[in-house]
């Protein structure tokens, strides 16, 4: 029986993660669930799962779960906070931590994880592109495990051969043995090809994207997810931040990761090799099969996603990535081409500009415009400590603010 902690459980990943661990109890037992200050959300888990810790992000909203949690009188610690947090993802009856926090929030925690040893399932794909280097780093010297959940590396993990991993535990990111993009080519592989839906708005007109609403961006035609996540497929930025995670997972330089639209997410990423083969993994869009295949790794586990049926789609599509509707996607090629914190910078700035649209305060073409103005105001440095990734979040937050709110109040009506 493997322990587990999911950071985030109430999110679109931590439910899909209850879902798939509910047809696997005599495999996993869920320890501890986390949520932001959904006290509904999060009491009405508790109660079905029977955790023995539930962590809340302020006393706050602690102290109302506590209430919410006493006539039931259950033996379920309620926690708060980083703290808590941390206390959660790194208790030793637990094995395995979905890293399912949106967001910066979730960079602690999942380093806490990785100090402790633990088998991430990282959906928290902003935590890698604020701080790949020491992420990889805490991984590989604590001898922890990096599987990921966003559908398009783990469908590339699914295509690598193991050979390219040093170790047999899965990703072995020593910065001493990290893999040279020489490493890559040795393995024979060529390109990682990373499948994009497009988002909502790929046919939309430049008039049309001005006026889209934060309904309209998480309307997302394939996929159902949280808002952030939902905002950036449709401005690209998920997929930019994607390219991102590759390079940092999969030891790759930016040139060797490209986008191609394939507007149905049938096809979840491919990967080419040097004799011209082409390895893909397919199947219906549905977060269960990643998080199954995390879960259960390297033994296959059922997942309850409806069977893929290619006769009755028929034909797949694709499509060539139009960079200059989607700026975001050179932004982030640019930003990790920079190196150092210039990541943590494109993040936080992508975070704030992101969460104004969502408030309304901003257009959503606003959104790679605060992004780049960030970016060529602030410089990345290279820097490996918590602490100093941290003040250069809060720096490129601090500016984004500032350029949000001259937006707002200059353009969006
Ligand atoms: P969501 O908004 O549905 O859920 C986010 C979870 O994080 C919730 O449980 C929320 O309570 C918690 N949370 C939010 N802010 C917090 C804070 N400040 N402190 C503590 N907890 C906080 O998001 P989601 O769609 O489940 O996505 C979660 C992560 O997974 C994101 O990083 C996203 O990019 C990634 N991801 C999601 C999908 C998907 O299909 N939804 C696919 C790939 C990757
Ligand atoms: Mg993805």
């Not at 006539?71 to 030793?92: E, F, H, N, R, T």
């Not at 959906?123 to 495990?145: C, I, P, R, W, Y």
């Not at 820097?383 to 979040?393: C, F, K, M, R, S």
Request: aromatic letters at 6%; charged letters at 20%.
């Amino acid at each position: 029986m493997k322990g587990i902690t999911i950071l985030g459980a109430t999110g679109t990943i931590g439910l899909n993660t209850l879902e798939v661990i509910k047809q696997h109890q005599d495999k996993f037992k869920v320890i501890a669930l986390t949520a932001n200050r959904d006290v509904d959300g999060l009491s009405a888990l508790c109660l079905k799962w029977l955790p023995r810790y539930a962590v809340m992000a302020d006393a706050q909203a602690a102290e109302q779960l506590e209430q919410r949690l006493k006539p039931a009188q259950l033996p379920i610690q309620v926690l708060s906070g980083k703290a808590g947090l941390i206390k959660v993802a790194s208790l030793p009856e637990i094995e395995i931590v979905m890293a399912a926090i949106v967001g910066g929030a979730g960079l602690t925690s999942t380093l806490a994880a990785a100090e402790a040893g633990k088998r991430i399932l990282l959906a928290n794909k902003e935590a890698l592109v604020m701080s790949g280097q020491l992420l990889l780093a805490t991984v590989f010297k604590h001898d922890a495990e990096l599987l990921p959940i966003d559908s398009e590396h783990n469908a590339v993990f699914q295509c690598i051969p193991p050979s390219h991993f040093n170790s047999a535990k899965g990703y072995d990111h020593s910065p001493a043995r990290i893999k040279t993009p020489a490493a890559f080519v040795d393995s024979g592989i060529s390109r990682i090809l990373l499948t994009a839906s497009g988002g909502p708005f790929r046919h939309y007109s430049d008039e049309q994207m001005q006026t889209v609403t934060p309904e309209q961006a998480c309307a997302h035609p394939n996929w159902k997810m949280g808002p952030k996540i939902s905002v950036d497929s449709a401005t690209m930025m998920n997929k930019g931040l994607e390219i991102i995670e590759a390079c940092w997972l999969f030891s790759v330089q930016p040139h060797h990761v490209e986008v191609l639209l394939h507007p149905q997410s049938v096809i979840h990423s491919l990967v080419e090799y040097i004799d011209g083969s082409v390895l893909a993994q397919l199947g219906n869009p549905d977060m269960r099969t990643p998080i199954a295949h995390a879960l259960g790794w390297p033994e296959r586990i059922s997942s309850g996603v409806k069977r893929l049926n290619l006769a009755e789609i028929g034909q797949l599509h694709f499509e060539s990535v139009d960079f200059k509707k989607f700026p975001c996607l050179q932004l982030a090629y640019d930003a990790m081409l920079a190196g150092g914190t210039t990541t943590t910078i494109l993040n936080a700035a992508n975070e704030i500009a992101v969460q104004a649209f969502l408030q309304k305060r901003l257009r959503f073409t606003d959104i790679p415009r605060v992004i780049e103005v960030t970016l060529s105001h602030l410089t990345g440095r290279v820097v490996t400590q918590l602490d100093l990734i941290l003040e250069e979040d809060t720096r490129a937050r601090e500016f984004a603010t500032e350029i949000v709110n001259q937006y707002s109040t200059t353009n969006y009506h």
